[in-house]
C-alpha cells in the first residue's frame, strides 16, 4: 500500500525552471531524509515515518553559511550522518551538521566548496560522479569523478585542492612528445588516448594472501561498457594500482556502447550491475583464475528493461546535451538497495524498478561451502515499481530524487520525490513480488500425515503445480501523473484498457486455470473418496467378525489356562508322593560316602609324615644357624690338612693292596 504527501516547502519543480533529470535531491540517514530545496537553496530533514503514517510533517530547515554558486543536482549524507555533500556538474560543497540542533525550525550549518579553484580554472570539465571514501575517519574525505578521466581524492581539511588524483589511463608515452611541443600537459590532451568515463562504484575491500595488503577496489566503467579496476590501499593512499579493461568471459559475449551507470552489490565475490540507456542490463561476477591472480569478468545474464519513451528535455548549464541523454532524452540510473544484498533499483525519468539476483546468492553459497556444482542458471526478476509517465508523452513529470529507508518497525521502504512535489512511499518486500501463499498450505501440513495416495501417481507437489499456474511475469506498477500532464479520453481509455489487458492474462486467466486444476483435483478426489467409503464398509465388517472370532478365542484361552492350572496342580502331588517313597541315600551317595572315608583313613599317615618333615626342618635351619663360621686362613689351613690326610689314606690304601696281593700268592 503506497502513501503520497504534497510537500509545501517548495512549489512543483517544472514551475521553478528546474528542470534536469538526472538531479537526486533526496538523501537518508538512520530514519532521516535530506531533501534539497533548489528554490529557498536550504535542506529539509523529515522523518520517513510522519511521511509513512500520515502524520503531522514536522521539518527541519538547515540554512547555509555559504550558498554555491552552481546547480545543485546531487545530495548524499555522510555514513555517520555528521556531514552533507551537494554537487553539481560545475561544483562540489560539504556541509557540517551540528551535533545539537533544534528539531524543528532553521539551523545555520558551515559550508565550504571543495575544487573550487579547480573547477573554476577548468571550466571545460565537469563533475561525473562522486562517494564517500570509505576508509575515512570523520567522514572527511570523498572521491570525485570527473570528465577528464581522473579520480581524485579531496579531503575537507585542505578542500582548494585534491590529496591524490588517479588517472584511468597510461599518459607515461605521452609525456615526452607533450614537452617537446612546449605545451601545458591540461586533462583535455591526457584524456584524448581514453574514452568517456561514465561512473564509478566501491566495493568491499578484498582480503589478500598472506603478505600483502588489502585493498580498496574502484571499478570504473567506460560509455562502451569497459570496466577498469582500481585499487587503492586503505592506510596509505599513495599506494595504488589500476588494471583494465577487464577480461570479459565468455569472449563472444555483445557489449551496450551507451553504458551509463555501475554498481557493485556487496557480495563475495563481487557482482557488478551495468546500465545502458537503451534499458539493457549486464551483470557480471568478478572471479580469479586459479592458475594466475588475474581476475576476469563472468558475464552471469544480460536483461533488457522496457523504458518508455519520455518527452522530457535534459538541457545542461551551458546549453549543451548531456552525456547521458540519448535521443528520447532517457536517464538511467542505479539506486542501491541498503535492506538486500541481492537487489538493486534502475532509477528512469518515467519509473523505478526493482531488480532481484537469485544468482547473488548462490554464488556466495558456493564460495562458503566449497562444494558441489555451481549453477547460476537463474533469471533475475525485474519489477516495475512506480511509472509517472504511463503513456510516456504529453505528461513532462520526472523524478527528481529516490532513497530507500530501512525501518525496523516499518520495514525498508523506497521514497520518491516527484517534479510535482510529490513524495511517494512505496513499502518492500523481503524479494520480489510472488504468488499469494495458498490458503490451504497450513491444512495439508496438519492433515497430511500418512501421505496421499495422488502422491505415487504425482510426484510434483500440488500447491507447488498451482503455484507455478498462478505465477504472473507482468504486473501493474505504481502510477503516478503530475498536475500538467492533462491526458485526453482517449489516452486514459488506452492506459485503462492496457492495466485490464495485464489483470486479465496475469491474474483472471491464471485463476481460471488454477480453479480448472482444482476441480480436476477433486473430481479425482471424490472418486477415491467413493472408492474409499465402499472399502471402509468392508473393513468395518470385517473388523466386526475378528472381534467375535476374538471374543471365543477368548474363552477358549480362559478355559485352556484353567485346566494347566489344574494339571500342574496334580503334577506337583505325584512328584511330592514320588519323593517320599525314595530312600534317605541313594547307592551313589553311599559309594560317595564310603570312599570319603577311605580318603580319610589314607590321610592320617601322610599327615603324620608331613609333621616328621616339619620337624626335621626345624633342627636342619636351627643347626645350620649354630655352625661357627670359619675365617679363610681356617678355611685355607683345613684344606691343606684335608689334602695331607687323602695322600696318607692312598698311600696306605696301596701298601694294603700290596700286602694283599702278596700274601694271596
Known sequence: MSNTRQ??????????????????????????????????????????????????LATQDLMLTQIPDFTITKISVSPSGSRVLLWGP?????????KRRKNTGTTTCRCTLIGERFFVGHSSISVTETHWFPNSLDDTHILVLTTDNVIRLYSFDEPLCAVRSYPIFDTAHLLPYISSLNVSC?????????????GFTIGSAQERKEGKENMLPIFILEENSDIYKLEIS????????????????????????DACAIHCLPSQPPVLAIASLSGVLQHFALLCSDESEDESLYLLETVE??????????????????????????IVTIVPDTGSRDRYFLRHNTGIHSIYLPAVQRLEQFVKDDSGDLNLECNCVAEHLICIQPLGSGDPTCLFG??????????????????????????????????????????????????????????????????????????????RCGSSGDMSQKAILELLMKCTQVFREEYVSKQNKARHELLHRMSILQE??????????????????????????????????????????RVTVLMRDLQALLPHLTTAEESFALEVQELSRDMKPLQQDADRLRQKLKFYDKATTDIPIISSNQQRNVKAMLKENDTRINSLVKEIKSAQIKLKT
Open 402 to 479: 529516490s532513497v530507500v529507508v530501512s525501518d525496523a518497525l516499518l520495514g525498508n521502504n523506497i521514497m520518491v520525490l516527484i517534479s510535482n512535489a510529490e513524495l511517494v512511499t512505496l513499502p518492500l518486500r523481503p524479494l520480489y513480488r510472488g504468488t499469494a501463499p495458498l490458503l490451504a498450505d497450513e491444512a495439508t501440513k496438519l492433515a497430511d500425515v500418512g501421505g496421499s495416495p495422488l502422491k505415487h501417481i504425482q510426484k510434483e507437489v500440488f500447491s507447488n503445480k498451482v503455484q507455478k499456474i498462478l505465477s504472473r511475469t507482468t504486473s501493474n506498477p505504481l502510477l
Open 90 to 98: 560545475k561544483g562540489i560543497a560539504v556541509v557540517i551538521i551540528p
Open 234 to 257: 586503505p592506510d596509505d593512499t599513495s599506494k595504488y594500482q589500476l588494471s583494465g579493461p577487464l577480461k570479459v568471459l565468455p569472449v563472444n559475449s555483445d557489449f551496450e556502447v
Open 305 to 330: 528493461i522496457e523504458l518508455p519513451p519520455s518527452s522530457a528535455e535534459t538541457p545542461s548549464e551551458d546549453g549543451s546535451s548531456s552525456s547521458h541523454d540519448n535521443d528520447d532524452g532517457v
Open 7 to 56: 510537500l509545501v516547502l517548495f512549489p512543483p519543480l517544472e514551475d521553478i525552471e528546474f528542470w534536469d533529470c538526472r538531479a537526486d535531491l533526496l538523501a537518508q540517514h538512520e530514519g532521516e531524509v535530506f531533501i534539497w530545496n533548489p528554490e529557498t537553496l536550504k535542506i529539509h530533514i523529515v522523518n520517513h515515518r510522519d511521511v509513512t503514517v500520515d502524520s503531522e
Open 186 to 198: 591540461g586533462p583535455s590532451i591526457l584524456s584524448a588516448q581514453s574514452g568517456k568515463m561514465v
Open 528 to 569: 477415491l473418496n467413493s472408492q474409499n467409503k465402499s472399502g471402509l464398509s468392508e473393513v468395518t465388517a470385517t473388523i466386526s467378525s475378528l472381534e467375535q472370532e476374538n471374543a471365543s478365542l477368548q474363552r477358549r484361552t480362559s478355559a485352556v489356562s484353567k485346566r494347566r492350572q489344574s494339571l500342574c496342580h
